[in-house]
């Protein structure tokens, strides 16, 4: 069995992409990751992509909500990772919806 605290920040991330960049930023998806695992509050993370290539899906946990602000205002996102991420939405060659959620329900097998 699986604990779910519900006092978790869960920040969602659908980027929306074409399919010939899709490689590169899930590159930087995992890059991210590995950025976001050494801040304070983090929990987890998990990337996933769609099957046509076209989205990527990323969410992460963190204990607090602004636990998960602060990791995307640390030096190490807002450095060489951060700005090539930003340069790949400015470009048009991808488009980001964040959110942050709390958890409402979790349902598990039995």
Do not use: C
């Not at 699986?2 to 590159?27: K, Y």
Request: charged share 25%; proline share 5%; hydrophobic share 40%.
């Amino acid at each position: 069995m699986v604990a779910i605290d519900p006092r978790l920040t869960t920040v969602a991330i659908h980027i929306t992409v074409d399919p010939r960049n899709v490689d590169e930023l899930v590159r930087m998806a995992r890059e991210t990751m590995r950025i976001f695992k050494e801040q304070p509050g983090f929990v987890s993370a998990v990337l996933h992509r769609s099957d046509d290539g076209t989205s990527v899906l990323q969410y992460l946990q963190w204990r607090s909500r602004e636990d998960g602000l602060a990791a995307m205002s640390s030096p190490e996102w807002q450095g060489e990772a951060g700005q090539r991420f930003l340069e790949l939405l400015e470009s048009g060659r991808a488009s980001v919806r964040p959110h942050f959620y709390e958890v409402v329900e979790t349902v598990e097998a039995t």
